[in-house]
């Protein structure tokens, strides 16, 4: 059984930050597929359309009858684990840094065996497991095997931690705090056991509801912070920059209007200096002291998440300038992800379906309520993703975008959502 974590002790300033060495990384292109079904949780393996075989690693072909019919398919990771050990000597070195560290030898049910991670709360050899698929510091997939039944502080292994960002017991910033959506996830965090939660709040004279609620938490500090403005966001970086384990980047301006049915480019420049610049700003200030402090002990700095829109993928016409500024925002987003991969920090996009808040008033339902898109931001930081879809319409919006991007435009000109 898992022993929960402990509150890590208060680093001692004379001694060094740790630099970041991740794990090898080095993968072939059909590889790929795997982490690419990790990063939104899954765990998938090539499956051969001809003779029905799953294969594990990865190939061009079917081992079994040389198809190249090969399809990534979702798997339920159940099997048995065949043997374990435990490595004390490593020349890589991540590694060295971590080490004891176990492996395992798990045949699974679909058929291949597998070499996994072992999580601690896994036995000796003969025993059931499940694999699941994660990623690495390296942004590549690995495979973990798990107990059949978990505990309550399964998260808390400290070599899963190394490939997730759980919240618990690590500092954020929740760039705004005046909306439900900000509040809510303020909310979850600190039910998450966040150790502080800085809150933005761009306008300190507005007396906005919800605020004063979630400042009498002990564990929430309101910050003046306007995305707008290049000094007030460098001012806030140099006060907490260095101490932020996890930003979350949930500012945002959303107007109801395409090109033609409002004149002139105000609003959407007011989406563009949020949705995009804000973001731009934010990234440059924060971004370089997050990097710096990856490998800072049991609570580094770990994630950055965007709080994207599902129209993102394909612009929605009645809020047209809102999909084109998230577009513009989902594809900084990618390049932020680059660059903060050689420290292992995690980059998380999110990309709900419309909100239960002010500006989708006249949206007929199913709408996202912000409790369970905040609940979707805990779960995305605790299984150490990087793209989530929460909400129905989100998810239908995916499957038909994937299916044929070109058909999904054409329903969305004609009127479908």
């Known amino acids: 059984m898992t022993m929960p974590m402990m509150r890590p002790k208060r680093k001692n300033p004379i001694l060094r930050t740790r630099q970041m060495n991740l794990p090898p990384g080095a993968r072939g292109r059909v590889a790929l597929g795997l982490t690419a079904a990790a990063a939104e949780g899954r765990f998938e393996l090539q499956t051969c359309a001809d003779c029905a075989c799953v294969q594990y690693p990865p190939r061009e072909v079917c081992h079994q009858c040389l198809s190249p019919h090969l399809q990534w398919r979702?798997?339920?990771?159940?099997?048995?684990?065949?043997?374990?050990?435990?490595?004390?000597h490593s020349n890589d070195l991540f590694f060295r840094e971590r080490l004891p560290w176990r492996l395992g030898l798990v045949h699974l049910d679909a058929g291949p065996t597998v070499m996994t991670h072992l999580h601690g709360d896994v036995g000796q050899a003969p025993q059931r497991v499940r694999v699941g698929a994660r990623l690495d510091r390296a942004g590549q997939a690995v495979l973990i095997a798990f107990p059949t039944e978990g505990d309550a502080h399964m998260a808390d292994d400290k070599m899963l931690r190394e490939m997730t960002s759980d919240p618990k017991f690590r500092k954020v910033l929740v760039t705004d705090g005046k909306t439900e959506v900000g509040q809510a996830i303020v909310r979850a965090l600190v039910k998450a056991g966040a150790d502080i939660v800085?809150?933005?709040?761009?306008?300190?004279?507005?007396?906005?509801?919800?605020l004063?609620?979630?400042?009498a938490l002990s564990q929430v500090t309101l910050v003046p912070l306007d995305l707008t403005n290049g000094r007030s966001v460098t001012e806030l970086a140099g006060e907490i920059g260095g101490k932020v384990d996890i930003v979350i980047n949930n500012a945002e301006v959303h107007r109801n209007f395409g090109i033609g049915a409002r004149r002139g480019t105000d609003a959407a420049k007011s989406e563009m200096e949020i949705n995009y610049f804000g973001f731009l700003r934010l990234a440059q200030e924060f971004g370089p002291a997050l990097m710096g402090r990856s490998a800072d002990g049991a609570t580094g700095a770990t994630a950055w998440v965007n709080l994207l829109s599902i129209y993102a993928l394909s612009n929605f016409p009645p809020h047209g300038t809102f999909?084109?500024?998230?577009?513009?925002?989902?594809?900084?987003?990618?390049?932020?992800?680059?660059?903060?991969?050689?420290?292992g920090i995690r980059v998380i996009n999110l990309f709900p379906g419309p909100i239960d808040d002010d500006w989708n008033q006249q949206m007929p339902p199913p709408?996202?309520?912000?409790?369970?898109?905040?609940?979707?931001?805990?779960?995305?930081?605790?299984?150490?993703?990087?793209?989530?879809?929460?909400?129905?319409?989100?998810?239908e919006w995916l499957e038909r975008w994937r299916d044929n991007p070109k058909v999904l435009e054409r329903e969305l000109a004609a009127g479908g959502g």
């Open 74 to 88: 979702t798997q339920s990771g159940e099997g048995v684990l065949l043997g374990s050990t435990t490595l004390h």
């Open 198 to 210: 800085w809150v933005g709040h761009a306008e300190p004279w507005k007396k906005l509801g919800g």
């Open 212 to 215: 004063e609620d979630i400042s």
């Open 323 to 343: 999909s084109a500024s998230k577009a513009a925002a989902h594809s900084l987003a990618q390049c932020l992800r680059a660059e903060m991969r050689p420290a």
């Open 367 to 395: 709408k996202l309520a912000p409790a369970t898109l905040a609940a979707a931001i805990v779960k995305a930081l605790r299984d150490g993703v990087e793209d989530v879809y929460p909400g129905d319409v989100a998810q």
